[in-house]
C-alpha cells in the first residue's frame, strides 16, 4: 500500500508534493521520492527509509517547477532501496511513474522489454511501466498510458508525467486507490484523500480500468478503451483522521475491512487461472526434506496452527509447530532434512528471528512468511513468501493473519504438489474455493451491526471460553487472544473435547463459551460439547453454517460453507469483530492496546 501525490498547477509542486507524503504517512513506507519537472529537465529526489531523509537530502531546498510526482513505498518487488524507490524514469529521461500496487506479469514484460533494448535500474516491477508508455508515446500521454497499461495484468494506481507535456499530469487506477482533487487552476491526484485535504475538499473519484488527465484547467476521464467518461466531483466531508482511517473510526475495524482485499492480494502472482504458481519456491529443492517445523509467535502461531493440519493433511510432511521463545530451549531435532517454516507478519520478532538463526546453524532449509519486505527474517531466510497485505496500522494482527492463512494454504498445496500426493484436479478444487473466498467474507462483513450488538450484550463478563474442534481449535485460540489483545477480558481457547476434562468446572451462567460450530467432520461432536456447557448453564454464542436450523445455542452467528481446511479464513472475522466492539464497548485503546507491541523486538 505506497502512496502517492501528484501535482499541476501555478505553485511550486515540491512542497506540496512533501506534505502530501507527510499525510500519507499512515501507509508506511520504506523509501520516498518526488520528482519535479524543473524548466524541462525532470529532477528526481529519492532516498531509501523514512520521509525524513527525503527531507533531509532535500536540506530545505525546493526544487522548482510546477507540476510534479511524489511516493511513498511498500515494497513488494524488490528490496527497499533508493534505487528501488518510485519515482522511475523511462530510458530518456523524459517521463517518470510512480506506482501503487503489483504488476503480476512485470517479468514477462521486462523480460521483452530488455530483448526490445530497454535499460532498466531497478528491480521493481513498476520500471515496466515508465518503458511501456515511453514505447506507445506518439505525442499523447494519456493515449500512451492507455496502450501501455493494456499490456498490464495486476493492480495499480500510477502517476506519470514527460517533458514533451509539461502541463500534463496523468493517472490511472486499476484495483489500487487513486482520487483527484479539484483545486481553483491547479489539480492533484493523491492514493488517498488525507494528502488532499490542505488544499481542497472537492475530489472525483477514479474508478477500476479508468485513465485521467489532470492540467491547470480541469480533468479528463477516459476508460483505458479510450472511451471519455464523464465524472462528477464530491464533496470530501472528513476531518484528517478520519481520513486516513477511510472513515472507519478505527485502524483496526478499517483493516478488518480490508480482509477480502487481503485474501486478494496474499493470491496476486501466485495463480495462473487454477493452477499453483508459487514463483518464490521455484527451484527450490524439497526432495530431501521429511519433516518441517513452523515457528512463530503471537497470532502467527496460530496461523502456524492451521498450517500444520494442511501440510499434514495433503503433503503428509510430519509438520510440528512451536512457540518461537520456547523453540530453542526445547532442544529442537533440526538438520538439513528439516524445513523450517518463520512465520512473522513484522519480520522482526525477536524470538523468531532467534528460532531461525538456530534453524540455520543446523542446516535446515528455512522459508518465511512475512509481510515487511526487508524486514530481518526475510534477509536471513532461504526463501520468503510475503504477505502482501500492506500495512497493518493497527497494533493487534487481523488482515495479516488471513494473509498468513492464504499464504499457508498455497505453501501447502505446493508441497502435496511437489510430493505427488494432490492432483492438478485436487488443487483446483481448492484454488476455486479460495477464489471464493473474499466474495463470502464480505457476506461476513454485513452481519458487522449483529455481531456489534451481541458484542454490546456480552461486554461487561470477565471471562470467556473459545471452543473448536479441528481446525477450529485454532480460530478458537485466536479468537481468545484478540478479546484478550484489545479488549483486556480474559478469555481461553480450548480444545472441545477437552472442555470436560477439567476447564468445565469453571463454567457457570457468568461464563459465555464461544462455539465453533460451523458444519465439517467434527459437528456431532461439537453440538455434544455445546449441550455439555449448556447443561452446566453457561450461556453459548455458537459459530454456525449458513442453513443450519439445528443448532441450539443462546446466540448464533451464521458464516458461509468452505472447503474444510479454509474454514479458518472465514471463521476468525465474526470474533475479530466481536472483540472489537467488545473493546468499543468497554472504551478501550483498540488501536494502541496497552502494553502491546506491533513487533516485540526483544526477547
Ligand atoms: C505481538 C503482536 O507483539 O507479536 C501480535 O502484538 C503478533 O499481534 C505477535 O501476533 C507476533 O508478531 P509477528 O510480527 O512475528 O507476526
Redesign the pocket.
Known sequence: MCGIVGYVGPRFAAPILLDGLKRLEYRGYDSAGIAVLNQGRIEIEKCEGKLENLLAALDGRTVPGFLGLGHTRWATHGEPSQTNAHPHPDCTGRLVVVHNGIIENYASLRQELLERGHSFTSETDTEVVAHLIEEAYEGDLAEATRKALRQVRGAYAIGVFSVDEPELLVGARLFSPLVVGLGQGENYLASDIPALLPHTRRALIVEDGEVVALDRQGVRVWTLEGKEVHREPFHISWDLEAAEKGGYPHFVLKEIHEEPEAIKNALRGRLDGERLSLSEVEGLDLSQINRGCIV??????YAGLVGKRLIEEWACLPMEVAI?SEFRYSCPVIDPRTLVIL???????AD?LAALRLAKERGALTLAL??VMGSS?TRGADRVLYLQAGPEIG???TK??IA?LVVITLLALELARRRGLLTKGQIGEVIREVKALPSKMERVLEGEEEIARLARRYADRSSFFFIGRGVDYPTALEGA?KLK?ISYIHAEGYPAGELKHGPIAMLDPEVPVVALATKGAHYSKIISSIQEVRARKAQVLALATEGDEDIEADEVIYVPDTLEPLKPILSIVPWQLFAYYVARERGCDIDK?RN?????TVE
Open positions: 512463530a509467535c503471537g497470532t502467527s502461531f518461537a512465520i512473522s507478519q513484522s519480520g522482526e520478532t523468531t512475512a509481510n527474517i497494533v493487534v494482527a495479516t493473519y498468513e487472544l489483545e492496546p502491546l507491541a506491533k513487533s516485540v
